[in-house]
Structure formats: C-alpha cells, structure tokens
C-alpha cells in the first residue's frame, strides 16, 4: 500500500509539473498585442489669447495666473498641460483677416502694440496645431484696448460715455471672436475673463495721485475744469461703470455663445469668470491688488517739480527685463526733430511703466481663483475631455510660446 501511495504521489507531481510547463510556454508563445496595453495619455492643451492682463503683464510666468491655472488643472486632472500663450500687452479685438493686411510679428509680450489682434492670435494658435481638435480649453480676454484704457483715466468722460463704449467694444465683437475659437477649436471649452474697476473711493487721495489726475484730464472745451475733489469723483464713477458695463457685456456674449452651442448638443461650453475687486483691491489703495510705483513721497514730489526730468518706475517682477526691451525699442534715430523726440521718449517712459495698474500676484491669484470656479464643475464630470488621442497631442511648429 505504501509503493501504491508513493507511486500516485509521484504521477500527480509528474502531472503539475507539466501543466505548469505547458501554461508557461502557451503564455510565452502569445504575442504581446494579445495583452491590453496602458493608453498613452496626451497632454491636455490650453491656448491662451488676449491682452496684458491674460499675457500677464509684470508678472514671472510662474506667477501669471494662466500659469496657476495650468498648475491647478494639473492636479485636478492628473495630467500635464501644455500652454500656447499667443496673448500680448495692448492687443485689441479686432476682426477676421486682420493677419492679411498686418503682418504678424512676435515681440516680448511686455511691449503694448494693438496687433498681432486677438483674432490674429487665434489665426497664429491654429495653426500651431496639426489637429485643432486637440485645444481642450481656451482663456481669453479683450475690449479695454479697442475702447483705449486711457479713457478711463481721464475724468472729462462721463459714466454714460463709458458705458456706450463697453457696449460696443465688448458686446458684439467679443461674441463675434467666441464663435471663431469655438470654430476653430471644436473640442475646447473657453472661458472668458472679465476686468476690474481701476480707482475707488479706498485709492490713495495724497498730492501725487491728484497730480495724476489732472495730467490725463483733457477739460471739455467751453465748460469749467474740474477742482480736486470732482476729478476723483468722476474717476471713481467711470472705473465701477467700466466695471459694470464690461461685465455684463462680456457675460453676455458668453451666454448668447454658449447657448447656441447647446442647442446643437455641442459639449463645449463657454463661460465668463467674473473678477471681483473689492475698493480696498484697486490702484494705490491698502490692499491693492494691482502694481503701482517703485518710489518713496520724495521721490514722486521731485518728479512733479521736476517736470519729469526725475523718472519713476513700476513695482513689478519684470520692470529691468522691459526696461531693457523698452529701450532698444525706442531708441534715438539721426536727425529726429525736438516733437519726435518728445513723443519718443513719452512713448519710452509709458513702456518702461506699462505694468502699472495691472494685476500683481495676489491680483493673478484672484483671476486663476475666478478661472478655477468656472472650471470646476467642468472638471468634475465625466467625459469633459472630448479628444483623447494621444497621436496629435502636440504642437507641430515647436515648443509653447510662453
């Protein structure tokens, strides 16, 4: 009984063994396509179009705010995000075809100049991309350079006047540019950035302010100038109707947008991030939120009895960088007469000093916030991302132009 145990105890032993070398060599035979492979995930693809507050104007690229959105939509989504910034510093609207009779011109993104326009970045970011319906998410922003900033610093407009033009610069031709990103891009989400009031009643009121003031106040002919205390009562008016009107004219384009997609059962959407900027947020107030001057009481007084022949600079993180830049693009040419000479070296310091009034980092912070918001409840679904192949998920004429 004994050899008759042994012997089973044998064969099932025999019996294993070739079992397990049959499975591994029927597992070694297979080829290595019989097995499922791990999807091979692109980057998620964020196009950036605008003026200076979406370039980011002052600011270190890690501290723009489209840059903390990347980082924030890195974490939400557990994949990389590869920014194409075409935005730039004093960019307008514009229209269709702009790029066909202005000739598209990359320069430092610190240097105001109206082209390329924003339609003429969204040509440029097209074209960057062999296949447009990899951009999953678009931020945009634009209308205060097509209505010119520097009305708003000048307290002969009236609140009225300024709302007439936010109804025009920012309604329709916003409206008619997000029908061009959704077109060109038609897996993107988009999200639109409002702007801020500039002054308030919490802004500073010392003697340099008020000479501010009445530097960028143009008095209406045949009527009273203005004393002190009216001029910061109007500015103060025109920055929060500014702010009103800007809102809900680029809110509006975003819905009317956004509405039509729905009803072709698109999944894109589009969507307007408000910002909100409390009085305390605005220009030289105690919690500015915006960039102002790098200078002392003493400093500020001398330039004003000087006439200028004391220059101020901009507290931002990039004044030496556009200095430099400044400079160079505005330098003495032979033989200027004494009025070239003065618009050049007005237009030199308006550059040296562009960030001022711009959103600095806690100010980037609230825009990204505002971004994020909006964004969020996008994230949060499932299936938000419309392109998931990962063969043409980068661009095709070299790295992102940050």
């Known amino acids: 009984m004994k050899l ?12 294993i063994g070739a079992a397990l070398f049959l499975s591994y060599q029927t597992v070694c035979a297979q080829s290595p396509a019989n097995f499922a492979q791990p999807p091979v995930v692109r980057p998620l693809n964020l196009v950036v179009l605008g003026d200076s507050i979406s370039w980011g104007q002052g600011l270190k690229d890690e501290h723009k705010a489209w840059y903390l959105v990347k980082i924030w939509l ?18 307008v609207i514009g229209s269709p075809g702009d790029s066909s009779t202005n000739a598209v011109t990359r320069l430092d993104g610190e240097l105001s100049r109206g082209t390329p326009s924003v339609n003429d970045q969204l040509d ?15 931020l945009v922003d634009g ?30 031709p916003m409206e008619a540019l997000l029908d061009r990103i ?9 999200v639109v950035t409002g702007y801020y009031p500039i002054i308030s009643e919490k802004t500073a009121n010392d003697f340099f302010m008020r000479a501010l003031a009445k530097r960028f106040y143009t008095p209406e002919t045949g009527k009273k100038p ?53 009085p305390e947020h605005c220009f030289a107030a105690n919690q500015s939120r915006l960039w102002g001057f ?35 693009s505005f330098r003495k040419t032979p033989g ?34 505002a971004i994020d918001n909006q964004l969020g409840p996008l994230v949060g679904q499932s299936g938000w991302l419309k392109d998931n192949r990962p063969a043409a998920g980068t661009i095709t004429n070299g790295n992102p132009r940050e």
């Open 4 to 15: 008759v145990a042994s012997a089973a105890k044998h064969c099932c032993a025999v019996l």
């Open 74 to 91: 890195q974490k939400m989504s557990g994949r990389e995000v590869q920014p194409l910034v075409e935005a730039h510093s004093g960019a």
């Open 124 to 138: 440029e970011a097209a074209k960057a991309y062999g296949d447009p319906r990899v951009v999953d998410l678009v």
């Open 143 to 172: 209308c205060i350079n097509d209505l010119d900033s520097r009305k708003l610093l000048n307290a002969a407009n009236t609140p009225e006047s300024i709302r007439a033009a936010a109804q025009i610069k920012c309604g329709a």
């Open 182 to 190: 959704i077109g060109t891009f038609p897996n993107a989400h988009v």
């Open 226 to 278: 203005m004393n002190d205390k009216q001029l910061r009562e109007r500015l103060i008016q025109i920055s929060n109707e500014w702010y009103r009107a800007s809102n809900q004219m680029l809110s509006e384009a975003a819905r009317n947008v956004d509405a039509r997609l729905a009803t072709t059962g698109s999944p894109q959407k589009v969507r307007f991030a408000e910002i909100v900027f409390l």
């Open 294 to 328: 790098n200078a002392s009481m003493l400093r500020k007084f001398l330039v004003l009895v000087t006439l200028g022949r004391v220059t101020l600079k901009a507290n931002d993180e990039r004044r030496s960088q556009r200095d430099a830049v400044c400079k160079e």
């Open 336 to 369: 200027e007469t004494a009025d070239e000479k003065s618009n050049r070296e007005n237009r030199l310091m308006r550059c040296r000093l562009a960030a001022i009034a711009h959103p600095n980092r806690k100010g980037a912070v609230t825009y990204a916030e």
